[in-house]
């Protein structure tokens, strides 16, 4: 009796932590700053442009994280204007053009690892379409100028959240890096909306942007 209870509660956990395509509370829209990202010099393949860049669109839930959602996916790699829409918006930094575009390698990755977990409300190619749409929604660097951080120098993490907070309307989430030991640097900002992505969502805080002890935050 008590080894038949045991077995079922496993089964109600299993099942209650199991991903289900499209059963997210949020989306996140992931921009990298690629001057963060291709530090030191000769990590990045391509010449990193100046100007943030989607790193990926990760369906998610408040309390679990959803990841590679579905064993039996199929992508389907880009071609024609599409591929040059994701070239220039999401660009392949770690892999020269000619692989990139060939391969697809990171767009491949992020479907497998993110997509998947929203396929029942959209398909590979509206996925992509949607997170470009997204991102031309801000002007992040246009932004931030505006609010008087440009790169170069260190700001604190509440100017900079701030800052990109007056376009957001609801909590971005800062990403830091420390490359240089003591030093923090903007790498990426989520901007999160709901499943539906027409409305703009609170972004849960990752928090690596807040460390005690440093002085600021770099935008390299």
């Keep these: 009796m008590f080894k038949s209870q045991l077995t079922s ?11 289900i395509y499209g059963d997210f509370d949020y989306m996140q829209l992931v921009l990298t700053w690629p001057a963060t990202f291709c530090y030191p010099k000769g990590f990045c393949q391509r010449i ?4 943030f860049t989607i790193h990926g669109l990760w369906p998610d839930k408040e309390r ?3 990841q590679f959602c579905a064993k039996d996916y199929k992508y389907v790699n880009f071609e024609g204007d599409i591929k040059s829409s994701l070239d220039h ?16 390698p990171l767009w491949h990755d992020q479907y497998k690892k993110h997509g998947t977990c929203c396929s029942n409300l959209y398909d590979q190619t509206a996925y992509f379409l949607l997170a470009m749409r997204l991102k031309n929604k801000f002007d992040l660097l246009g932004t ?10 260190r700001y604190t993490f509440q100017r900079i959240h701030g800052a990109i ?16 030991k003591g030093v ?14 027409e409305s703009p969502y609170h972004c849960p ?4 942007c807040e460390k005690r002890g440093y002085t600021g935050i770099l935008f390299r």
């Design 9 to 19: 509660a496993h089964f109600i956990l299993l099942f209650a932590i199991s991903p």
């Design 48 to 51: 990193p442009p100046k100007n």
């Design 165 to 180: 907070k007056t376009v957001t309307q609801m909590d971005p989430d800062l990403k830091c890096v420390e490359h240089i």
């Design 89 to 104: 918006h999401w660009i392949q930094l770690r892999f020269n053009k000619e692989v990139g575009l060939k391969y697809q």
């Design 205 to 208: 805080q990752s928090h690596s």
């Design 64 to 66: 679990q994280r959803l």
């Design 184 to 197: 923090l640097e903007l790498n990426e900002i989520g901007i999160c909306f709901t499943p539906n992505a």
């Design 144 to 153: 931030l100028r505006t609010n008087g951080i440009t790169p170069g120098r």
